[in-house]
C-alpha cells in the first residue's frame, strides 16, 4: 500500500503564510511528478503547482510569485510554501504522486492524500 499524509494546513490572515507538506510512504519504487491541487466549496479541484523528480515545476497563473513547490527525493516528501496568502486561495489541499511500486510497474499510478484545509481570513 502507499499513504501520502499531509500536514501545515490552519487559519491564516491575508498577507500571511504556510508550509504544506506531504511525505509519501509504503511500497515505492519509484516517484514521478508530485503536485498539489486544490478545491474550493462548489468549484472543480485544480492544479495549484507541480514537480517532477528531475526538479522541474509548473504553477499556476494564480499563484505565480507567491507559492514555491519543492521536494527532497530522499524523504519522498513535497512541500508547496505559501506566501501573501489571499481570501480566494482558502480551499481544501491535496498532494498527489504517479508511482510505481515495484520495479515491474510499467506504468504509475496517481495516488492522493486526504487533503488538508487552508483558510484565510481576517
Known amino acids: 500500500q502507499v499513504q501520502l499524509v499531509e500536514s501545515g494546513g490552519g487559519l491564516v490572515q491575508p498577507g500571511g503564510s504556510l508550509r504544506l507538506s506531504c511525505a509519501a510512504s509504503?511500497?515505492?519504487?519509484?516517484?514521478?511528478?508530485m503536485g498539489w491541487y486544490r478545491q474550493a466549496p462548489g468549484k472543480q479541484r485544480e492544479l495549484v503547482a507541480s514537480?517532477?523528480?528531475?526538479?522541474?515545476?509548473v504553477d499556476a497563473d494564480s499563484v505565480k510569485d507567491r507559492f514555491a513547490i519543492s521536494r527532497d527525493n530522499a524523504k519522498n516528501t513535497v512541500y508547496l510554501q505559501m506566501n501573501n496568502l489571499k481570501p480566494e486561495d482558502t480551499a481544501a489541499y491535496y498532494c498527489?504522486?504517479?508511482?510505481?511500486?515495484?520495479?515491474?510497474?510499467?506504468?504509475?499510478?496517481?495516488?492522493w492524500g486526504q487533503g488538508t484545509q487552508v483558510t484565510v481570513s481576517s
Open positions: 498527489s504522486a504517479n508511482i510505481r511500486r515495484t520495479w515491474a510497474d510499467q506504468t504509475p499510478i496517481t495516488y
Open positions: 509504503g511500497s515505492i519504487f519509484s516517484i514521478y511528478t
Open positions: 514537480i517532477t523528480s528531475g526538479g522541474i515545476t
